[in-house]
């Protein structure tokens, strides 16, 4: 029976919707499937954002009343977070110079920094901050770096060579716009305050790439000099007390967050520090403490993320 042209065209219109449907099918099945691994990768980004600022801010330090920043009459007080870097690189010239001390702890995470009470004490309201033992109140970290090499006589961590001095001050300015980013741009996005999942990757990376620069000019500057520290290979400075407090906490033995293996000079000069600074593990000890707990963490989150994967 021969076959007419509209059952032709008929039988031509069923196919095409048949294959129209099927390639719907596909394309929705597709959509579904790219839906879903981005909801675990946000679900993931935002566990992990969870987890870390759970594993940070948790109970950072027993809770004290704000009577307790009254500083103690005639004794050099200490204001900081004791796994803050600048408030670390004080601490190790204070107990190293075995300088006579109060330490106040200050949860800046939650701010206590910016209250009336304890601003009444310290008007800039920033950590760390000291209050002499005559009174006088000392923000900045570099400021009181200098103020107690000064006070206090410590040439060791100085130099009378007005050139070394010089480049003592170099490093402490140059750690504000350099090894101070490692810190802002990877330690605060990754643990302190996530940013949104879709931007994470992008911030991340320029931090990490920003991070790689200061390294490598870093290890130029102890490949030309050939010195052990900063300014010279004798005793560390205040600006090695200043610096290293920024480039340990990204390593494994802190927060894990970068990568040294391909600047082997700097995980040496670290341990340089840590070998000629008598107080270096006792300061360092909450860092690591506060590091293991969020990579514990970070651990159950992946293992967590791998079931449902």
Request: one cysteine or more; proline letters at 6%; a positive charge.
């Amino acid at each position: 029976m021969p076959i007419s042209q509209t059952q032709v065209t008929l039988a031509i219109g069923s196919n095409l919707l048949q294959s129209l449907r099927n390639a719907i099918l596909q394309a929705s099945k597709s959509i579904s499937r790219t839906m879903l691994s981005f909801q675990r990768t946000s679900l993931k980004a935002t566990k992990c954002s969870a987890f870390y600022r759970m594993a940070v801010t948790a109970q950072p330090f027993t809770s004290i009343s704000m009577s307790d920043y009254t500083p103690i009459p005639n004794k050099l007080n200490l204001y900081g977070n004791t796994r803050s870097q600048p408030t670390r690189s004080v601490l190790m010239l204070l107990r190293d110079a075995d300088v006579d001390h109060v330490l106040h702890p200050v949860d800046n995470l939650a701010g206590e920094h910016k209250k009336p009470q304890f601003k009444k004490i310290l008007p800039a309201g920033l950590l760390p901050s000291i209050v002499t033992d005559s009174g006088v109140p000392i923000g900045e970290g570099a400021a009181i770096l200098q103020y107690l090499v000064d006070r206090y006589n410590l040439v060791d961590w100085t130099s009378a060579n007005v050139v070394e001095r010089a480049q003592i001050n170099f490093w402490l300015h140059w750690n504000h716009t350099n090894t101070r980013n490692g810190t802002m741009q990877i330690l605060v996005p990754e643990i302190l305050f996530p940013p949104p999942p879709e931007k994470a990757a992008a911030i991340l990376a320029k931090g990490q790439k920003t991070h790689t620069r200061t390294c490598t000019y870093l290890c130029k500057h102890f490949q030309a000099s050939g010195n052990k520290f900063l300014v010279n290979s004798k005793h560390p400075s205040i600006a090695d007390l200043m610096i290293v407090t920024e480039l340990d906490q990204l390593s494994h033995r802190g927060y894990n967050l970068f990568d040294y293996l391909p600047f082997l000079r700097i995980e040496q000069y670290i341990e340089d520090v840590r070998s000629a600074v008598r107080s270096y593990d006792e300061t360092f000890q909450p860092v690591a403490d506060k590091g293991a707990e969020v990579n514990r963490h970070m651990r159950v989150v992946d293992d967590n993320m791998s079931v449902c994967s």
